[in-house]
């Protein structure tokens, strides 16, 4: 385990967010609130302490896959804990567990909240949450990887632990080059949203916010009533179309700006990614149309596409209180929070690719059964998958439901109703927000123990990390080797005295 150059990227991690933090500082100074202060103090510490970490540069560069995990998920606790710290200083969230899961709900673009009134916050509070949102949507270390020359080592290994999907590739032969396509094609499109919403009437301040919560696919929201604050179709398509872009895998708009537009279209996951939704929308539109939006097809089919594309999106905005919907349209919603967005995008959840490769793997072994003696791969793109990625889809899919139940075993120890208690925990692994009932859209998770929220600030990291980075952070297996090597090491030198 190279801990050199663990501690060496952990320096710049928090030299990354002590610039961020400045942003809610100007924020905070331009509204003229004093909680800029606290947030100003935040960066300063996390400035000094980043620095002392990253004076030195190992001279051993060389970075693995363990490596890469282990960095990944300390970097992502990292964050939720120091960024939590302005909160508490200025008392707007006193209780340091509810800041720390605001926060972890923020970096891993969750958007599940404890504040039971939004607008109490200060400005640069609300800045600060939606912009992390922003921070974590495409994922700190990959800024990390565009801004900070590292070289000599597989820096790949970051992306791959950091960014959603079964696979990660290069769009170029360099990493670095990567991440900047990346980044720029990510800040593009959240520049157009914020231009398009302020060409609506939105505010500039709650065009910029919801354009980091759009983008970052994590749904905090700077009014209590989300986007259904905003009585405008025109605002509340525009997000609903951007919801949906930003589920999208970010290697097709790369495709797009390369002009191989047909190769673009081609994609099986994006064409899975656009039927599902088309389906779960005409779905739901006919179900709640007859109850709740008797005089007006359009209404329904709005509220309808705005809803599912919140949900597969993993955004979490809402304009509506789904939860009271009849029971086919909940199931409909409940099934969307598993399947989430597409690999590569900013959304959480399974990922459309992972289903696509979960049928293909499954039809296969019954095919395999009926003619024991054919050759049957399974393809993806009319491209043969390795079954080293469908092994791994498949350990993804297992330790996920392991983890779905193990989770909701100890949050219904709060003795909540049966379905707040499943879709809190399916809200917060699969990055979505809202859940059903007591933490629908209306609700939100302040009523939960302090253990129940530790479990879940847990599954939000996991979930947005795709479980892997946290488990082998947690692992004794990680550390048994270098703990052996520490030992003995200690007692070559007590000899040697």
């Keep these: 385990m190279n801990y050199r150059m663990i501690v060496y990227l952990l320096g710049w ?9 400045l942003l809610p500082v100007g924020v905070g100074i331009f509204y003229g609130e004093a909680q800029w202060k606290a947030f100003a103090v935040t960066a300063l510490f996390s400035l000094m302490l980043g620095l002392l970490l990253t004076l030195k540069k190992p001279k051993r560069t060389s970075f693995y896959t363990k490596e890469g995990f282990v960095t990944v998920a300390m970097s992502w606790i990292m964050l939720s804990l120091f960024g939590a710290v302005p909160f508490v200083l200025t008392h707007e969230i006193p209780s340091y567990i509810d800041a720390v899961f605001e926060m972890a709900s923020g970096y891993s673009t969750t958007g599940a909240s ?25 994922g700190v270390l990959v800024f990390l990887l565009m801004i900070v020359p ?30 900047v396509i990346l980044y720029s094609i990510y800040l593009t499109m959240t520049i157009v949203e914020i231009v398009l919403l302020m060409a609506g009437g939105m505010p500039w301040f709650d065009s910029i916010t919801t354009a980091f919560g759009t983008a970052g ?39 797009l700006l390369s002009k ?3 190769k673009a279209l081609k994609s099986e996951e994006l064409r899975w990614y656009l039927a599902i939704i088309a389906f779960s929308i005409i ?86 059964i009926v003619h024991p003696r054919g050759v049957h791969l399974v393809k993806m793109d ?39 208690s499943m879709t809190a925990v399916a809200a ?43 488990l082998v952070l947690l692992s004794p297996q990680t550390w048994k080797g270098s703990l052996g090597a520490i030992k003995r090491r200690f007692s070559w030198n007590r000899k040697s005295m």
């Design 13 to 21: 991690v928090l030299n990354v967010q002590s610039l961020c933090l």
């Design 382 to 420: 009319k491209k043969r998958v390795g079954d080293d990625v469908i092994k791994g889809t498949t350990a993804y899919f297992s330790l996920l439901i392991l983890i779905y139940a193990a989770s909701v075993l100890i949050v219904s120890f709060d003795e909540f109703d049966m379905t707040t």
């Design 428 to 470: 917060t692994l699969n990055n979505i927000g809202p859940g059903l009932e007591l933490v629908g859209p209306s609700g939100n998770y302040a009523s939960f123990s302090v253990l129940s929220k530790l479990v879940l600030i847990f599954d939000m990291l996991a979930g947005r990390l795709e479980l892997f980075p946290i």
């Design 114 to 138: 404890i504040l039971r009134n939004v607008e109490a916050l200060s400005q640069c509070a609300l800045f600060w949450r939606s912009f992390s949102h922003w921070i974590g949507g495409m």
């Design 150 to 179: 590292l070289t000599g080592g597989n820096m790949m290994q970051l992306m791959k632990a950091e960014s959603p999907g079964p696979s990660v590739e290069k769009l170029v032969p360099r990493v670095r080059q990567t991440a």
């Design 283 to 368: 779905c739901i539109t006919w179900n709640i149309k007859q109850k709740f939006y008797p005089g007006s097809w359009f209404e329904a089919f709005h509220n309808a596409a705005f809803s599912v594309s919140s949900v597969i999106s993993t955004t979490g905005f809402a304009i509506v209180d789904f939860s009271r919907w009849p029971q086919v349209s909940k199931f409909v919603l409940f099934l969307l929070m598993f399947i989430g967005a597409s690999a590569g995008s900013t959304g959480g959840g399974i990922k459309v690719s992972r289903i696509i490769l979960l049928i293909k793997s499954s039809l296969r072994e019954i095919i395999g």
């Design 260 to 262: 191989q537009f047909k």
């Design 217 to 255: 696919t994590g749904g905090f929201a700077v009014k209590n009533l989300s986007i259904g604050f905003y009585h405008s179709y025109y605002l509340q398509g525009v997000v609903t179309v951007f919801m949906i872009l930003f589920g999208v895998n970010f290697s097709i708009y790369y495709l």
